[in-house]
């Protein structure tokens, strides 16, 4: 693996991310985050959405709350991914059941300009185009950016807003 692909990287760069859970204090759990968020190395806070209510998908019983943020870091994609997962395990969460109940969940969504696929992890990330509850929020702090490269993020959400009423603003 190339030196940087883990850690920090030298130059900071801007990422989106979707935060999400359903388990617990739902609101506190997501202002953790971003206090586990602002607390990494060379990482900051740009913008955050609304947070959003969207109506449970899959398995999971329960509504969800999201939220999008901008942030900066220097950290590598890995670096990033790496400590998106020691933040949700801390507030709880465990392996398990894909798309179940959980405290926290912590998309990342864009890498700077980065298209990047591995096992582990694939930016942007491979389903906005088909998730209300990701383009709803990430609507406020980026409508025009494009993530499949051809339609932004406020035309893929017109798509997908035939059913009102699955994602709505919680505050």
């Known amino acids: 693996m190339r030196r940087g692909a883990i850690g920090r990287r030298n130059k900071p760069v801007v990422c989106r991310l979707l935060l999400g859970g359903n388990e617990g204090d739902r609101l506190r759990n997501l ?13 900051r806070v740009l913008a955050r959405s609304r947070v ?8 999971a019983d329960r509504p969800f709350l999201n939220q999008a943020l901008e942030i900066e870091t220097s950290l590598s994609p890995m670096g990033l991914l790496v400590e ?54 990430l609507r406020e702090l980026a ?17 997908l807003n035939r059913a009102p009423g699955t994602v709505k603003i919680f505050k």
């Open 84 to 137: 998106c997962k020691r933040i949700e395990a801390e507030a709880g969460r465990r392996p398990g059941l894909r798309w179940g109940n959980r405290p926290l969940d912590i998309d990342i969504l864009s890498y700077g300009r980065l298209r990047l696929r591995t096992p582990w992890l694939t930016i942007p990330h491979p389903r906005i185009a088909q998730r209300a509850f990701v383009l709803a929020p």
């Open 52 to 59: 959003y209510e969207t109506a449970p998908i899959g398995p």
């Open 143 to 159: 409508p025009r950016w494009a993530p499949d490269g051809r339609r932004s993020v406020a035309a893929l959400l017109r798509r």
């Open 31 to 43: 202002d953790q985050a971003v206090r586990s968020l602002l607390i990494l190395p060379g990482t």
